[in-house]
C-alpha cells in the first residue's frame, strides 16, 4: 500500500502493473522485479514497459506543440490488459472496432437470405457486441457516450434486418428492439458492472480491487490527484 493508500501493485495472467507516488522508485524498481520473476521462469521486457503519470490537466495547461492537454492527457491513451485507461477514449476505439468487425460480415447481414435472423444476431452477437463491450464492466461512462453505443448498436440492427430509413421503412426504436428481439447495450453495461461491483465485494479484502475500492472511497475528497503507474 502507497501512502496515500492506493494498492501499489496487481497482476492479471502475465500482466503486472506498479503504482506509485514517485516515478524514479518505479524505475529503480524495475530491475528487481526482472530478478525475482525470473526465479518464476517469467521474463520481463523492458522495452515495452511503459511508465505513465495519471493526472488531471488544468483547463489552460498545454503541451510542447501547444495544444490543450485538459482531457488530451497522455495516459488517457494509454493501454492495459486491452483497453484504454480513460473510459471515453476506450470506447470511441471501441465503436471504430465493432464497425470494422460488422463490415467483415456485411455479405451475411444484407444477402444471407438462407441464414435465420435468430442465426444472423447470435453471429452478430459474437462477433460484433462482444468486441463493442470488451471490459465494459470497468468502464465509467457518460449518458452521452452510452447514448452514442446504443446509436451505432441500432443502426447494426436496422442493416441486419434490412430496415430501410423514412417514410418506408421506419419504425420506432422501442419496435425495434422487440422484432430482434434484444435490450440494449446500455443496459447491459450496466448490468455487467453491477456484476463487477458484486464480485468485487465479494472479494478479499486484501485484493487489489477491493484496496483500490477502499481508497475510491476513503479519498473521494482528493478528486485531482498525481500519481504515477508503470504499465507492463
Not at 16 to 28: G, K
Not at 106 to 117: A, C, Y
Not at 199 to 221: D, G, K, M, W, Y
Request: include cysteine.
Amino acid at each position: 500500500m502507497a501512502a496515500l493508500g492506493f494498492p501499489t501493485e496487481w497482476e492479471y495472467s502475465d500482466d503486472c502493473d506498479f503504482a506509485d507516488e514517485d516515478i524514479e522508485m518505479l524505475r529503480s524498481f524495475l530491475p528487481q522485479v526482472r530478478e525475482v520473476l525470473s526465479e518464476w521462469n517469467l521474463q520481463v521486457n523492458e522495452s515495452k514497459t511503459e511508465f505513465c503519470t495519471v493526472y488531471l490537466a488544468h483547463q489552460k495547461d498545454k503541451d510542447v506543440d501547444g495544444q490543450l492537454l485538459a482531457n488530451n492527457e497522455r495516459w488517457r491513451r494509454s493501454k492495459t490488459l486491452g483497453s484504454f485507461l480513460c473510459t471515453e477514449k476506450d470506447i470511441a476505439r471501441r465503436r471504430i472496432l465493432a464497425e470494422s468487425a460488422f463490415k467483415k460480415f456485411e455479405k451475411i447481414w444484407l444477402t444471407g437470405k438462407k441464414i435465420s435472423m435468430d442465426r444472423k444476431l447470435r453471429l452478430y452477437d459474437a462477433q460484433v457486441v462482444s468486441v463493442l463491450l470488451y471490459n465494459s464492466n470497468s468502464w465509467s461512462p457518460t449518458k452521452a457516450t452510452l447514448n452514442k453505443i446504443d446509436t451505432l448498436h441500432r443502426r447494426h440492427l436496422r442493416a441486419i434486418m434490412n430496415i430501410k430509413g423514412w417514410p418506408n421503412g421506419q419504425i420506432s426504436n422501442k419496435t425495434l428492439y422487440a422484432r430482434c428481439p434484444v435490450e440494449k447495450l446500455s443496459e447491459r453495461v450496466e448490468k455487467q458492472r453491477w456484476n463487477m461491483f458484486g464480485h468485487i465485494l465479494r472479494s478479499n479484502e486484501n485484493t487489489p480491487a477491493q484496496l483500490a475500492l477502499l481508497f475510491a472511497v476513503e479519498s473521494s475528497e482528493l478528486f485531482v490527484c498525481r500519481l504515477d503507474f508503470k504499465i507492463k
